[in-house]
């Protein structure tokens, strides 16, 4: 097994490495993902994996044995970011938003190694079904939406609200694999052999 660094608190970008038959460390670190003015979805993903990267990189000078990957996932809704919402109501709002529309998920992802750094976008549509207001209420009561961009998580509960996905699943998770597996190549890291 090859192992990498994942500069991540996500356990779902965790899972999805070790999905591809990777050994994982984990390193955190915070970093401020407010987006900045004027800045659009895409500049604001990217960003926010590289500085994640830079940051780790900066806070864990000794860790330099493995590449490290980090990444950043962020759902827009006519060119509007939607992060973690901050409250129920707010992830009521968001959802009340999605309902019954297309929306993009963007997931960027950042690998560097041995002073090198390669980055990649990946952006998927999703279309949400109309979602009723005791659907809604439901959901979030729940408590999964609350740390999750766009107030959703595919491969949780609000599975049921997709009615189509054009893209990768596992982007839309926070991590696209395939994307992923082939950034990992450019380190000379073969994925699954």
Same mark, same amino acid.
């Given at each position: ?15 999805? #490495? @070790? *999905? /591809? ?9 915070? +970093?401020?993902?407010?987006? %900045? ?57 968001? #959802? @009340? *938003? /999605? ?9 960027? +992802?950042?690998?560097?190694? %041995? ?79």
């Amino acid at each position: 097994m090859q192992k990498i660094y994942l500069g991540s608190n996500s356990p779902r970008r965790l899972q999805l #490495l @070790q *999905q /591809l038959g990777l050994t994982v460390e984990v390193l955190k670190a915070e +970093i401020d993902e407010t987006p %900045q003015k004027e800045e659009s979805a895409e500049e604001y993903v990217i960003r926010m994996a590289i500085n994640k990267n830079q940051q780790i990189c900066q806070l864990f000078p000794d860790k330099h044995y493995y590449p490290l990957l980090t990444a950043d996932t962020c759902i827009t809704l006519n060119r509007q970011i939607l992060c973690k919402p901050a409250s129920i109501e707010q992830a009521h709002e968001m #959802l @009340q *938003q /999605l309902s019954g529309k297309t929306h993009q998920v963007l997931t960027a +992802i950042a690998v560097s190694y %041995q002073q090198q750094l390669y980055h990649h976008l990946q952006i998927s549509q999703v279309t949400f079904k109309t979602l009723s207001t005791a659907e809604i209420m439901a959901y979030v009561a729940t408590g999964e939406p609350l740390d999750k961009a766009g107030a959703y998580a595919i491969q949780g509960l609000a599975a049921g609200f997709i009615k189509h996905l054009n893209g990768s699943y596992s982007g839309v998770m926070g991590l696209p694999l395939f994307e992923t597996a082939e950034l990992l190549k450019k380190f000379n890291l073969a994925i699954l052999g």
